[in-house]
C-alpha cells in the first residue's frame, strides 16, 4: 500500500530562522507527484508547494523550498526566514499517476516563536 | 471567482439527525471530492466525482451519500447522524488532465471547511 509518513508531530522555530519538515512515502511507481498544504487556525487547506516526480530539480516558491530524495523516497519542506504567519498545519500529500486520490500524511504542527 | 464554497461553517447535530453538507466550485473543476478531518489527523476521502453524474466511494463512505447533478455543486449527505461523524469536513476539486482525463495533474482547491458535532 502507499502511505505518506510525516515523523515530526510538532516543530518550533524562531521567527527569521529556517525550519525543515520532513516527509517520507512509499510508492513502486516512477512518476508521481508529491505537495505540500499548509492549514493555518482558520483551517483553510492552503497549496505551498508542488513537485513531479519526473524533474530532478527541486520545487521553490519563494521562502519555501523543498528536498526531494527520490531514491530514498523523501519530500522535506524547508521554510527560510520564517514568519509568524507560518505557523500551521503542516501536510504532505501524494498523487500516485493514473489516479486523482490523494494520499495525506497526518501532519507536523509548527509554530514561529517570536 | 470564489473557488470552493462550503455551508454551514460550524453544525450540530442531534444523534440519528440526518443533514446535507453544501460544497459550490466555480472553477469548471470536473473533478470533486470530499474529505473528513478528524482531530490531530490528516484527510481521509469520503466520497469523490469525476464528473456530473459519476460518483464513487473512497476510503469512509459509511454512513455518507453524494450526488452530482451539475458540474458546479457536490453536495455530501448525512443520513441517520452518529458521534463518530463529528469531524471537519472539507470539500475540493481539481481539473483533470491527461487524454482521458483520468489522470489529475493538478492541485486540489479546498473549502473552507464545515465543523460538525454529533451530540
Known amino acids: 500500500a502507499q502511505t505518506v509518513t510525516q515523523s515530526q508531530p510538532e516543530m518550533s522555530v524562531q521567527e527569521a530562522e529556517t525550519v525543515t519538515l520532513s516527509c517520507t512515502y512509499d510508492t513502486s511507481e516512477s512518476n508521481y507527484y508529491l505537495f505540500w498544504y499548509k492549514q493555518p487556525p482558520s483551517r483553510q487547506m492552503i497549496l505551498v508547494i508542488r513537485?513531479?516526480?519526473?524533474?530532478?530539480q527541486n520545487a521553490t516558491e519563494n521562502r519555501f523550498s523543498v528536498n526531494f530524495q527520490k531514491a530514498a523516497k523523501s519530500f522535506s519542506l524547508k521554510i527560510s526566514d520564517s514568519q509568524l504567519g507560518d505557523t500551521a498545519m503542516y501536510f504532505c500529500?501524494?498523487?500516485?499517476?493514473?489516479?486523482?486520490?490523494?494520499?495525506f500524511g497526518t501532519g507536523t504542527r509548527l509554530k514561529v516563536l517570536a | 471567482n470564489a473557488g470552493v464554497t462550503q455551508t454551514p461553517k460550524f453544525r450540530i447535530l442531534k444523534i440519528g439527525q440526518s443533514m446535507t453538507l453544501q460544497c459550490t466550485q466555480d472553477m469548471n473543476h470536473n473533478y470533486m471530492y470530499w474529505y473528513r478531518q478528524d482531530p490531530g489527523m490528516g484527510l481521509k476521502l469520503i466520497y469523490y466525482s469525476v464528473g456530473a453524474g459519476i460518483t464513487d466511494k473512497g476510503e469512509v463512505p459509511n454512513g455518507y451519500n453524494v450526488s452530482r447533478s451539475t458540474t458546479e455543486d457536490f453536495p455530501l449527505r448525512l443520513e441517520l447522524a452518529a458521534p463518530s461523524q463529528t469531524s471537519v469536513y472539507f470539500c475540493?476539486?481539481?481539473?483533470?488532465?491527461?487524454?482521458?482525463?483520468?489522470?489529475?495533474?493538478?492541485?486540489?482547491?479546498f473549502g473552507p471547511g464545515t465543523r460538525l458535532t454529533v451530540l
Open positions: 500529500a501524494f498523487l500516485p499517476p493514473g489516479t486523482y486520490k490523494y494520499i
Open positions: 475540493a476539486s481539481s481539473y483533470g488532465s491527461g487524454a482521458d482525463r483520468r489522470f489529475s495533474t493538478d492541485t486540489q482547491y
Open positions: 513537485q513531479e516526480a519526473y524533474k530532478q
